[in-house]
């Protein structure tokens, strides 16, 4: 909304290519649905789990939010 991260729509996703979908959602959103391909790091977690994730790796984090 402020402009200090790109917005990017399921469509385009087709252009990942090596990034990573990262779904923040806690496990029970994640097992009752999920992106195909989506790695699940809730997001109460994701501090305490950020050394999973490749510092130079395109990361496309959502939620059920967006």
Do not use: S
């Not at 806690?26 to 999920?34: K, S």
């Amino acid at each position: 909304m402020r402009g200090d991260a790109p917005v990017v729509h399921w469509q385009d996703l087709a252009d990942l290519h090596d990034g990573l979908l990262l779904d923040v959602r806690n496990v029970d959103e994640f097992t009752a649905g999920h992106v195909e391909g989506a790695v699940n790091i809730p997001l109460p977690q994701l501090r305490d789990r950020l050394h999973e994730l490749k510092p130079d790796q395109e990361i496309w984090a959502y939620c059920q939010v967006g």
